[in-house]
């Protein structure tokens, strides 16, 4: 009697669980179904409240670095790269949703930042088994991007001294094509992160920083 009792129990908590996690789903659908059709949002205008531009917060996650390329000056990096803004348009109050996860076919329905590196010289975005980026956005409209990538990107050298030769390379995110009047890039608290074992086969890796220039880029 006891052993039926426990098996009437765990089955009454299955079906509550599978019940519950159905009707989150249908939450989910209908929210997103509202976000993106009833709510007429139009994912080619960028957001805004009235009070200036759109402010995109990014940081990387360096996994690893090089190879340095003298003859082409150039060096390459391993990488997460997120970035965040509000959108009012997706903000949302649905009971028991407190984040749409999202995978990266959304990213095609709403409005996403034009970042690129300006100083890049190739790039490509990690796709094996999916590509390699995903989404998320709380109810107060703040949108979390983040996507894996591998850059190459330009670094002028003077190797005068080599073999003792130093160089400073820089990466430079901005909008390829909205001005600063439209959206403004700042670095999070925590701007970037390495690696405990990143390393580069000849060279050294001194020191890493990070500043922020209002500029024209093309």
Known sequence: EVE???????????????????????????????LLSESGYDRRIRPTDGHGPVQVNVNMAIRSMGPV?????????????????????????TSGLNELAL???????IWVPDTFFV??????LHKITVPNRFVRISPSGAVSYSQRLTLWASCPMD?????????????EIGSFAYTAQDVIYKWQATPFSIGEDVA???FHLANASFG???????
């Open 4 to 34: 039926e009792n426990e098996a009437v129990a765990l089955d009454r908590t299955r079906r509550s669980f599978y019940r519950s996690g159905a009707a989150l789903g249908k939450e989910t659908s209908q929210t997103l179904d509202y």
């Open 69 to 93: 390329v003298e003859n082409i000056e150039a060096y390459s990096l391993d990488c997460y790269f997120r970035q965040s803004w509000v959108d009012k348009r997706l903000s949302y109050n």
């Open 103 to 109: 995978n990266w076919a959304f990213l095609a329905k």
């Open 119 to 124: 100083n890049g010289k190739q790039s490509f």
């Open 159 to 171: 190797l005068r001294k080599f073999p003792l030769d130093s160089h400073i390379c820089n990466l």
């Open 200 to 202: 580069l086969a000849q």
């Open 212 to 218: 922020e220039n209002i500029g024209i880029s093309g």
